[in-house]
């Protein structure tokens, strides 16, 4: 069982950053790979990055390629997305993921734990 909790989405203007967390908690959660997704309002659950614990493999959807970027602090068993150059069209709740699997999964339901969310606004 892995628990993880979110945090850092706020409301911020287009063009601004946001460092969004991911706190993990729970047995061997270093041996799962983490994923952020988004869900905008309207709109399916979508894939946004993800990466192993060891930071050596990581994966980004073609939409943040350049403007996001996944970090991890071991210490603090904390998971980090980086978020540049916002667009409105960034505006969704991102939630955390992580699953037990080889290589980085990209696909939704391929996660089995899942986080509450945090909202993210981004204002034109």
């Known amino acids: 069982q892995v628990q993880l909790v979110e945090s850092g989405g706020e409301l911020v203007q287009a063009g601004d950053s946001l460092r969004l967390s991911c706190a993990a908690s729970?047995?061997?959660?270093?041996?799962?790979?983490m994923g952020w997704f988004r869900q905008a309002p309207g709109k399916e659950r979508e894939f946004v990055a993800a990466?192993?614990?060891?930071?050596?493999?990581?994966a980004y959807a073609d939409s943040v390629k350049g403007r996001f970027t996944l970090s991890i602090d071991n210490a603090k068993n904390t998971v980090y997305l980086q978020m540049n150059s916002l667009k409105p069209e960034d505006t969704a709740v991102y939630y955390c993921a992580a699953v037990r699997a080889f290589g980085i999964p990209t696909m939704t339901s391929a996660y089995a734990y899942w986080g509450k969310g945090t909202l993210v606004t981004v204002a034109s």
């Open positions: 729970g047995r061997d959660f270093r041996t799962y790979k």
């Open positions: 990466m192993a614990w060891s930071g050596v493999s990581t």
